[in-house]
């Protein structure tokens, strides 16, 4: 059984003027009329929030690194994070970019997928290694600048420290899942 919300949404009612605000940034910004996950416990720092999110919506929608690329840099992340949310939110966005389902579930699992673009390849290498040690080789690094550029490897640090973020709140504050995620990702054993 889940553990109770730490932060869950604030009503109308109490939320300051700078939480208004900091949601009505965050829907103009998404088009978007919904507001939950992460989000729901940054309110709390309205200021933050309003940052975040902008540096997430460049990541997410104007990165150099394509969709699919994107996609499986965030999986790896939810996966690092055991970030049943985040990775609720992005499994289906992942089919939809083109990332294999053979893809998803290796990666459910913490395993190293077989069947692998070359570019997935370098991305799941760049990205299992930075989130494992804190740091890359030269080969890896290597590999990386020759498949995305300079650019493409710091948007791609760029998402791995923006969803790690993510992460790191929703599991701090142990954001609920709606049920249709309840079965989304399992823990890894401790």
Same mark, same amino acid.
């Given at each position: 059984?889940?553990?109770?919300? %730490?932060?869950?949404p604030?009503?109308?009612?109490?939320?300051?003027?700078?939480?208004?605000?900091?949601?009505?940034?965050?829907?103009?910004? %998404?088009?978007?009329?919904?507001?939950h996950?992460?989000?729901?416990?940054?309110?709390?720092?309205?200021?933050?929030?309003? #940052? &975040?999110?902008?540096?997430?919506?460049?990541?997410?929608?104007r990165?150099?690194?394509?969709? @699919?690329?994107?996609?499986?840099?965030?999986?790896?992340?939810?996966?690092?994070?055991?970030?049943?949310?985040?990775?609720?939110? @992005?499994?289906?966005?992942?089919? #939809?970019?083109?990332?294999?389902?053979?893809?998803? =579930?290796?990666?459910?699992?913490?395993?190293?997928?077989?069947?692998m673009a &070359?570019?997935?390849?370098?991305? @799941?290498?760049?990205?299992?290694?930075?989130? =494992?040690?804190?740091?890359?080789?030269?080969?890896?690094?290597?590999?990386?600048? #020759? @498949?995305?550029?300079? =650019?493409?490897?710091?948007?791609?640090?760029?998402?791995?420290?923006?969803?790690?973020?993510?992460?790191m709140?929703?599991?701090? &504050? %142990?954001?609920?899942?709606?049920?249709?995620?309840?079965?989304?990702?399992?823990?890894?054993? =401790?």
């Open positions: 059984m889940d553990t109770p919300d %730490r932060m869950p604030i009503s109308n009612s109490e939320m300051t003027v700078e939480q208004r605000e900091a949601i009505a940034d965050f829907q103009q910004t %998404r088009d978007t009329q919904e507001f996950g992460p989000f729901v416990a940054l309110l709390r720092s309205p200021e933050l929030l309003c #940052k &975040t999110q902008r540096v997430g919506e460049y990541l997410r929608y990165s150099a690194l394509s969709p @699919h690329l994107s996609e499986l840099a965030i999986l790896l992340t939810a996966r690092h994070w055991h970030q049943r949310y985040e990775w609720g939110i @992005h499994a289906p966005i992942a089919v #939809k970019a083109g990332i294999s389902d053979q893809i998803i =579930r290796a990666v459910a699992a913490g395993q190293r997928p077989t069947q &070359t570019d997935q390849a370098v991305l @799941h290498d760049f990205c299992v290694e930075l989130l =494992r040690n804190q740091n890359v080789c030269d080969t890896t690094y290597e590999a990386a600048v #020759k @498949h995305f550029s300079e =650019r493409g490897i710091i948007d791609l640090v760029g998402i791995l420290g923006y969803y790690s973020l993510l992460a709140v929703m599991n701090t &504050t %142990r954001t609920a899942l709606p049920d249709s995620m309840s079965g989304t990702l399992q823990p890894f054993p =401790r």
